[in-house]
Nanobody, 126 residues
Framework: QVQLVESGGGLVQAGGSLRLSCTASGRTFATWAMGWFRQGPGEERSFVAAINPSGELTNYANSVKGRFTISRDNVKNTVYLQMNSLKLQDTAIYYC???????????????????WGQGTQVTVSS
């Protein structure tokens, strides 16, 4: 059974930074596309960022472009989300997700993903 465990969330002031990590169990992490999604209070879950298995391709939601960076370390079975210049509207539970059999593509739609973490809370204060 694949498990995804997120960490790195917390409380930060607007303009600050956080780095989220998601570590996966399993031996085939390097073949999975990975994504970050978030769900704010009273909102539906939405796409944040995604990365292909090799780490060469990335995609971002318009709301986070230029502020967030997704990366991965296939030796450590970990995907990261570096979040800079955080805004109040970035407050949400952040989830990582994994897609098996991804080829070498990047995926933005949540329906494509097979496994999900439990989420980590990010709260941005003024």
């Amino acid at each position: 059974q694949v498990q995804l465990v997120e960490s790195g969330g917390g409380l930060v002031q607007a303009g600050g930074s956080l780095r989220l990590s998601c570590t996966a169990s399993g031996r085939t992490f390097a073949t999975w596309a990975m994504g970050w999604f978030r769900q704010g209070p009273g909102e539906e879950r939405s796409f944040v960022a995604a990365i292909n298995p090799s780490g060469e391709l990335t995609n971002y939601a318009n709301s986070v472009k230029g502020r967030f960076t997704i990366s991965r370390d296939n030796v450590k079975n970990t995907v990261y989300l570096q979040m800079n210049s955080l805004k109040l509207q970035d407050t949400a539970i952040y989830y990582c997700a994994a897609k098996r059999g991804a080829g070498n593509f990047v995926y933005s739609a949540s329906d494509f993903y097979d496994y999900w973490g439990q989420g980590t809370q990010v709260t941005v204060s003024s």
